[in-house]
T-cell receptor
Framework: EPEVTQTPSHQVTQMGQEVILRCVPISNHLYFYWYRQILGQKVEFLVSFYNNEISEKSEIFDDQFSVERPDGSNFTLKIRSTKLEDSAMYFC??????????????FGSGTQLSVL | SQQGEEDPQALSIQEGENATMNCSYKTSINNLQWYRQNSGRGLVHLILIRSNEREKHSGRLRVTLDTSKKSSSLLITASRAADTASYFCATAPDPYGNNRLAFGKGNQVVVIP
């Protein structure tokens, strides 16, 4: 079964450093998402992306965050200057479309980001 | 913002028993979805129920939705050891549709062989 892949599985960085989290969505999917889960808290929506632009973003997704689809297969999340509170598990997801019957999200296994 | 909220229970049951978990939310929704997460893995979609549906079945899963009470339940019948996981409900807000799901904290279910 096709799956969303994320790399790396673990990322340790120093506060203030830039990190890029990488994702390869399922090949025929058109919508891409980033969610995150801080330890012990809920999974939170960050951003959705369609047709090479952000379609929606949450209050968490401030100027320090950006997303990009640099080629036909990768989807990246960049955090420009990491803060301690950015430490979380970051999940990439994709979906085939937005219409009825196609809302199911496929998630990757996540990247555990630790900011020291 | 919308919130999916599971009852904060950690369930520990014997194989073959049924497991029930609940979820409540605060605002109107387009649909409600349940996801499973095995330790160290990503979230796996289990079942989706629309706001105009009251009950849905998929294999050993049964989901109910009560929009008047803003609540949903997930029943896993005849549980197996492989059902051990965390289960999350997620609401898709109306009118945004699928774009931003609001997840609950999750219920940890342990099925003892």
């Amino acid at each position: 079964e096709p799956e969303v892949t994320q790399t790396p599985s673990h990322q340790v960085t120093q506060m203030g450093q830039e990190v890029i989290l990488r994702c390869v969505p399922i090949s025929n999917h058109l919508y891409f998402y980033w969610y995150r889960q801080i330890l012990g808290q809920k999974v939170e929506f960050l951003v959705s992306f369609y047709n090479n632009e952000i379609s929606e973003k949450s209050e968490i997704f401030d100027d320090q965050f950006s997303v990009e689809r640099p080629d036909g297969s990768n989807f990246t999340l960049k955090i420009r200057s990491t803060k301690l509170e950015d430490s979380a598990m970051y999940f990439c997801a994709s979906s085939e479309a937005m219409g009825q019957g196609m809302e199911k999200l496929f998630f990757g296994s996540g990247t555990q980001l630790s900011v020291l | 913002s919308q919130q999916g909220e599971e009852d904060p229970q950690a369930l520990s049951i014997q194989e073959g028993e049924n497991a029930t978990m609940n979820c409540s939310y605060k605002t109107s929704i387009n649909n409600l979805q349940w996801y499973r997460q095995n330790s160290g893995r990503g979230l796996v979609h289990l079942i989706l129920i629309r706001s105009n549906e009251r009950e849905k079945h998929s294999g050993r899963l049964r989901v109910t939705l009560d929009t008047s009470k803003k609540s949903s339940s997930l029943l896993i019948t005849a549980s197996r050891a492989a059902d051990t996981a965390s289960y999350f409900c997620a609401t898709a807000p109306d009118p945004y549709g699928n774009n931003r799901l609001a997840f609950g904290k999750g219920n940890q279910v342990v099925v003892i062989p």
